[in-house]
């Protein structure tokens, strides 16, 4: 699976959009972008995913440049239970592993 | 709530001591998974079972042994256990053949092992 690449730590306004930035430069044609939480203590949470086109759902949208070796995770309207580790990961469909990396620790202020 | 349920929450554990860790699904899933969580460091993913039939062990130490005796239920027997396999471990399911293979993850048990 490829390699993501994501910053450590990212700061944000409560009630403004978070966009939460990673690259898979070495990403393949049949491997999709995943995006799991991981809220202090807890299990890692399933947001999204997607392959080539921008998705949205309930939580979050999902941007997929169009060479495919970036994306983005924007949540619109950041509440401070929104606080917590970001998770990008590729991974070809089909395939079980999910190869975590240290992701984005996300803090949301008051 | 993830439908995914472990149990116990916390334990504290002697080197000599044997224990298990307990993981039950209700989403009907055909697939589960344990990944150990250390501090400081990413989720590793120790063994993966299909159909009840384990498909990967990510070369794990035997003190840790799984067992799945059906397509709900997942446990993980501790024997002989060293200080530095205090972590959190998680369990979790997916459905995969049909389903999206998104993993739902359990809220995990907090091991100590002094």
């Known amino acids: 699976d490829a390699k993501t690449t994501q910053p450590p730590s990212m700061d944000c306004a409560e009630g403004r959009a978070a966009n939460l930035p990673c690259n898979h430069s070495?990403?393949?044609?049949?491997?999709?972008v995943y995006w799991y939480r991981q809220i202090h203590s807890q299990g890692p949470q399933y947001i999204i995913h997607?392959?080539?086109n921008n998705e949205t759902n309930e939580m979050a949208s999902l941007i997929i440049t169009e060479d495919r070796k970036s994306s983005t995770l924007i949540l619109p309207h950041a509440t401070l239970r929104d606080t917590a580790v970001y998770y990008c990961i590729v991974r070809s469909q089909g395939a079980q592993k999910l190869v975590f990396g240290q992701g984005t620790r996300l803090t949301i202020n008051p | 709530e993830t439908g995914v349920t472990q149990t116990p929450r916390h334990l504290v554990m002697g080197m000599t001591n044997k224990k298990s860790l307990k993981c039950e699904q209700h989403?009907?899933?055909?697939?589960m998974y344990w990944y150990k969580q250390s501090a400081k460091k990413p989720l590793e993913l120790m063994f993966v079972?299909?159909?009840?039939?384990?498909?990967e062990n990510n070369s794990v130490p035997s003190r840790f042994s799984p067992e799945c005796p059906n397509s709900s239920h997942l446990f993980l027997h501790l024997h002989t256990l060293q200080p530095e396999d205090s972590a959190l471990y998680l369990c979790?399911?997916?459905?995969?053949?049909?389903?999206?293979?998104?993993?739902?993850f359990g809220p995990g048990t907090r091991l100590t092992v002094l």
């Open positions: 070495t990403i393949s044609g049949n491997e999709y």
């Open positions: 997607g392959l080539k």
């Open positions: 979790a399911s997916s459905q995969v053949e049909g389903g999206s293979n998104e993993q739902f």
């Open positions: 079972y299909n159909f009840k039939e384990q498909t």
């Open positions: 989403l009907g899933h055909n697939a």
